[in-house]
């Protein structure tokens, strides 16, 4: 029973020694184990701001878009029904509008506006495919 214990650990120590690795030494190990947290945490954090950016465009778009709307004469919908359709099915209505009521001049923050919710959401994803915990 000895023997083969011998035997085993002799077998272990000279396998371990073929790949350059010794049971002796202790596995190398980062400085900081907080290392990783903290930019987990920092990914969180520009998370969490580009988000809360992009709502902040959103609004912006919102309340440009009826702002267009109510000042708009040529709209070939009724005006009333673009407001509603604004208030009460906001997302839907925001994607309709431009594409129903194609106008030939944007404002600039229009322009941002539409642009930030767009960068915000590929920022997103670039973080996701970055900080997915590796299980």
């Known amino acids: 029973m000895l023997q083969k214990f011998v035997?085993?650990?002799i077998?272990?120590?000279?396998?371990?020694?073929?790949?350059?690795?010794?049971?002796?030494?202790?596995?190398?190990?980062?400085?900081d184990p907080y290392q990783g947290m903290i930019a987990i945490q920092i990914g969180n954090i520009a998370i969490s701001v580009a988000v809360a950016v992009a709502i902040v465009a959103i609004l912006a778009l919102w309340i440009t878009m009826v702002i267009q709307i109510i000042k708009r004469k040529d709209l070939k919908e009724p005006k009333v029904l673009w407001v509603l359709?604004?208030?009460?099915?906001?997302p839907i209505g925001m994607i309709a509008y431009p594409f129903v009521e194609h106008q030939k001049k944007l404002g600039i923050i229009t322009i941002i506006?539409?642009?930030?919710?767009?960068v915000v959401m590929i920022l997103y994803a670039i973080f996701r495919v970055i900080f997915i915990p590796i299980i």
Request: aromatic share 8%; hydrophobic share 45%; proline share 8%.
């Open 85 to 90: 359709l604004l208030l009460f099915a906001g």
């Open 113 to 118: 506006a539409y642009s930030i919710p767009i």
């Open 11 to 31: 077998l272990q120590k000279d396998a371990s020694n073929i790949f350059g690795i010794r049971q002796s030494e202790p596995i190398p190990m980062v400085n």
């Open 7 to 9: 035997q085993r650990t």
